[in-house]
DNA sequence: TTTTTTCTGTTGCATAAGTCACATATTATG
DNA sequence: CATAATATGTGACTTATGCAACAGAAAAAA
């Protein structure tokens, strides 16, 4: 999904005079930002896990993006305005760098190496986005709760290399990022295992098919 | 949604020597790509409509992205690896320029202004679809049928700036579009004007709430 | 440690949404 | 123009999923 471009070596590498992004670290839980489309913020995450969260007005709480190591976020990529809450929250401590588009756009007029290899790499950072949204399709446009929990499997399965890995979401959190309610994924989880699919021991996911 | 630059006019003024892409055109219904995961193709849609569509075992058929002018698609953003098939249809007639992204990576090295050109409008392009995409989950992650009908008559009411519009598609393909049953959404927009939150007439929506 | 909070696992029940089937309307096509 | 093909609209029935509620496990906090 990411790249192997380590952009945060490099931004404790080089400094940069005309810089004005803003680095930050965060803890576990902490809001990163709100979506509230005006600052025009776009975000690089150079460490550490963060999801995009929607609050409606149900109270419904839903996983929209799930963003690890160098992946890119923020209100220039959203122009939906709806009344829901748009945070942005850390599951773990986070490092995280700010910029406004506006900043990004333009050349450096100073010519310095940090907007240089910055510039170099948006595009590939971009382009792993892109990817990473149509996955997040692929798996919201499964019919049933059963393929979407397959599907969710088998993409952490590939990114693994492995049939048995440990789930990184709790529960709780997968079903809002499938968007189903948690107690028909457990049920429908049950019934994968009955059905000698999928097995679970813990955390553990173990794929039993092929 | 998209740029108001018009690559067209653009593509037809100027010509460019080291330009390796192909123009070609479809008419209706028309298979544009498939998306089968090695020529990193990137198209751009100069004029007309297309959807990426998806046919699962199950004969299910999903309408996973709409296209329109300026739209940027291709398997270079596509990594998901299902054994669907995923094809990009024309649903009118269609003009589309064909690049790698090879190709769009690596900078001219004749220096000609198509290139250049091309570059400088690639990332706004970009940022589009990344919108687009963005509000295309905003969609999917909705609740119910009846919310997906909303927030779509709602996103396609603030484009044409009117509580009254036409459908820009079928009904038909519109259930494709929100993943769910046609004579489920059929019902529901019967509710929806039971309700007096919605009227039809033949292809015209009518908001009548707010 | 103890206490509190969050997460997991499960159930009964209600209901939204899918399936199938068909009639009519509308749009393509020979 | 006639005929085929596709789209719309609706109803009866089934099923999947959501909802509410709770108990025990695990994790976090005091």
Chains 1, 2 share one sequence.
Do not use: W
Not at 32 to 55: E, F, H, M, P, W
Not at 173 to 181: G, Q, R, T
Not at 191 to 205: A, C, F, H, Q, S
């Amino acid at each position: 999904m990411n790249t192997n471009f380590n952009i945060e070596n490099f931004i404790y590498t080089f400094s940069c005079d005309c810089n004005k992004a803003q680095k930050k670290t965060f803890s576990k839980n902490q809001v990163i930002t709100t979506y509230i489309q005006k600052r025009n913020q776009l975000c690089i995450l150079l460490s550490g896990n963060a999801d995009l969260v929607r609050y409606d007005l149900n109270g419904n709480r839903t996983i929209v993006e799930h963003f690890s190591k160098n992946a890119i976020f923020g209100e220039v990529f959203y122009k939906v305005t709806t009344n829901n809450e748009l945070l942005v929250e850390a599951r773990s401590n986070c490092t995280v760098l700010f910029y406004t588009y506006d900043q990004l756009k333009k050349p450096c007029t100073k010519g310095c190496e940090f907007h240089k290899i910055l510039a170099e790499h948006l595009p590939e950072l971009i382009l792993n986005k892109i990817t990473d949204l149509n996955t997040r399709i692929e798996l919201l446009t499964q019919r049933s709760t059963r393929d979407k929990l397959l599907m969710y499997f088998s993409l952490i399965s590939t990114r693994k290399l492995s049939k048995t890995f440990e789930l990184p979401l709790s529960l709780t959190d997968l079903a809002d990022y499938l968007n189903v309610d948690r107690s028909a994924m457990m049920r429908e989880l049950k019934l994968l295992k009955e059905d000698k699919l999928v097995d679970k021991i813990g955390n553990r996911i173990i794929l039993l098919y092929e």
